[in-house]
C-alpha cells in the first residue's frame, strides 16, 4: 500500500481528453492502467514493459490512448483522447514484476495498486 499514486481524472465531455498520471517510490517491470465500473471487474487498459516499445492496449482503446513510462521519474502516464461515456470508470495504476516474459493482462497478476482515480465522460 501507498506505492502508486495517480492523479489526473475528472469530468469531461464526449470527444475531451485526460492524461493520468501514476507516481511510484520504484516502477516494476510490467506497469500499467486498469478500470472498474460497478459491479465488473477491473480490465486492463494499457500495460507496458520496462524498456519495451511494444505497449499493449485494450481492444475497445482504438488508437485514442497512449501509455508510456520514464524511469528516471518513477512515472507512468495514460494520454486518453476522443474520449466517450463508456470511458466512464475508475482508473486504476500498477505494476509487478511478473513471472513472464510479457506483461500479463489479468488484473489478478498485479499486487500493488493505487488508490484509483475517476474518469467521468458525460455526453
Known amino acids: 500500500q501507498g506505492q502508486l499514486v495517480e492523479s489526473g481524472g475528472g469530468s469531461v465531455q464526449v470527444g475531451g481528453s485526460l492524461t493520468l498520471t501514476c507516481e511510484a517510490r520504484a516502477l516494476k517491470r510490467c506497469a500499467g492502467w486498469f478500470r472498474q465500473t460497478p459491479g465488473n471487474e477491473r480490465e486492463a487498459v494499457a500495460l507496458?514493459?520496462?524498456?519495451?516499445?511494444?505497449?499493449y492496449y485494450g481492444n475497445f482503446v482504438k488508437d485514442r490512448f497512449i501509455i508510456w513510462r520514464d524511469e528516471t521519474k518513477n512515472s507512468m502516464w495514460l494520454q486518453m483522447n476522443d474520449l466517450r461515456p463508456v470511458d466512464t470508470a475508475m482508473y486504476y495504476c500498477?505494476?509487478?514484476?511478473?513471472?513472464?516474459?510479457?506483461?500479463?493482462?489479468?488484473?489478478?497478476?498485479?499486487?500493488?495498486w493505487g488508490q484509483g482515480t475517476q474518469v467521468t465522460v458525460s455526453s
Open positions: 500498477a505494476h509487478d514484476d511478473g513471472t513472464k516474459a510479457y506483461c500479463e493482462i489479468s488484473a489478478a497478476r498485479y499486487r500493488e
Open positions: 507496458l514493459k520496462r524498456h519495451d516499445q511494444g505497449p
